[in-house]
Structures are given as C-alpha cells and as structure tokens.
C-alpha cells in the first residue's frame, strides 16, 4: 500500500512509494531497458485492413497513424462512407494493441461533406464503440501554413492519444523540455515542483509548436502529407520503449520507420501505394547525411518479424 506524506519532497518516500508498486511497465522508463543492436523493420505494401489481420493481439506497443480522412486531398483519400471504413481499422487497432500500449491519430476538425471524416467523428466512435480511453488531445500548432481571405488561416491539428488500460507505458523524462536558464533558477524556488524532476526539464504540455514541412524543407522525400521528424520521435520516446513495436498502417513516407531506426523501437509499416519504399529509402539516405546510423534488420514478412522481435 503507498505510504502517504503532506511532503512532496520526501525522497525516501517517494522511492519507497515506487518500489512498493508492482513492476509493471507503467513505472518504467526507456533507461530500464536494453536499446537492441538493430531495429527490425516490416514494410508491407497492401491494404491496411488486410495487413492488420494478420497481427498477433496485443503485440503492438504504439499504434501511430496519420489517416486519409476523405478530404480529396489524394487518390487514396476517397471512400463512400468514411467512419464505416475507419471502424474496421479502429477495431483492429483496438485488438492488436497491447494492454500498456498507446495509440495516437494525427488529424483536424474539418469535414466537408456527408462523404469526409475528421477527428470528431473518430472520438465519437470509439468513444461509443470501443473500450479506448482518451488521455490526451494534443494541439500542434504551426506558424507556418497556407494564407487564406474566406477564413482564418489554419495553423493547428489535433493529435488525439487513446490508451487500452490505465496500465499504459508513459515516458515523460524522456521528452521534457529544458528549461532557460532564468526559468530554472525561478522554477527551483517554486516550492510546488520537484526539484528533482525541474532539473530534468518541463512537462512539453499539449501544446506542441513545431512546425510543418515546408515544400523545399530539407527533411521532404516527396510525399506530400510528410509529417515533421520531430513531432513523430517524441511520440515515440514518451509511448513506448526501445525494443518494443510500433506500428503505422498509413505509413506514408516511413517517418515512423526512420525515428524507430535511430530510437532503437521495432517498426510495422504498411502502405497501399509502393512508393513508400522509395520514400523510406530517401529517409535513410537523409539519415546517413546527417551521421545517423542506418543500420536495420529487413523481415520480409509479418512472420519474420514476430519471429525475430518477440521474446517468450
Ligand atoms: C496522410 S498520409 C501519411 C503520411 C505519413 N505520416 C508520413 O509522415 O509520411 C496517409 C497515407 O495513407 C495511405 N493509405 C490510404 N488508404 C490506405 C489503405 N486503405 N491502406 C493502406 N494505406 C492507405 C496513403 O497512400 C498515404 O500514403
């Protein structure tokens, strides 16, 4: 049972407090366990739903997905009834995760007709159909982003973040933000934090500001919805552990992929259109420009990479 104290600040309690708890991975962070020499990397090249099927249950740690949401923006952007399509995917996300994983959806509040989605209707489906729960809808905003004279100028989307359990894995020291030197030495006064965790820097909140890819960016490998490095490698630092399996069945270019190589994660990418190798090939060649290692492991199948990455 916790041992309780008016004291924030009381060290050993705290430890004796953690130490009593079970060990679950929700006490853990990405220093309790072993970065693997290589990650394991699946690319599959197919419909998601189909991919999905043939996933063991609960062996995903992440689920991170950017989806079409019928807006016409592409080819692949266009399906009759948009929440009756992206039920068979949410159902399978939800059986495939595991019971401390997390899944997160990139999207916005903005349908356009009977036929389109967007971030509304999928909290409004699983939150009605399925056991997830909402722990966080994080705002990304942008400074930079398309001018507009009929409205006002877009510069945030939503990314909402579900969990299985309330046993989910969350690695907040890993992705805190430095504090500036004046606001260290304020924040150490403050008697209601930690000291110890203010040296570690702050909570990120969710409010995230970093920016879009713009059209000559040096991290662009040509797909035109490419998400932003830096936005995906927190996603991935905080939700799950090196070692672990990330999955996105709308990989698009493989951002996911190339954060899983550089974090140490396993990685499940599934596209419908080939080019997804060419893009995750130009990530890589990014990757090597910048002194990053690039090695991995190519499973050529799902069996593979079960077989290489779970350990009884
Ligand atoms: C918004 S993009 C993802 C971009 C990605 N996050 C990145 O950083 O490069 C969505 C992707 O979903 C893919 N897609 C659309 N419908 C699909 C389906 N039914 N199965 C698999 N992939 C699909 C598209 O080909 C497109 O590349």
Redesign the pocket.
Known sequence: MAIHNKSHYNHALMTLNKMNKDNTLKYKNSTDFEIPEKSMICLSIM??CDFLKTIPDESVQLICI???YNLELAG?DTYDNYIEWAAKWLNEAFRVLSKTGSMVIFGGIQFRNAKSGDLIDIIHYVRNNTKFKLVNTIIWRYKNGMSAHRYFANRHEEVIWLVKSNEYYFDLDSVRVPYSDDDLKLALKDKRLNPENTLKGKNPTNVWEINRLNGNSKERVG?P???PVEIIERLVKALSYPGSIVLD???????IGRVCVKEGRHCLM????STLIEYFNKHLKLMQALGQNIDYLKAENITDFFKNTIKE
């Open positions: 419909d998601c950017d989806p079409p692949w797909h919805t490419q998400k069945f709308f990989a698009g270019s493989g951002t599934c596209d419908s259109d």
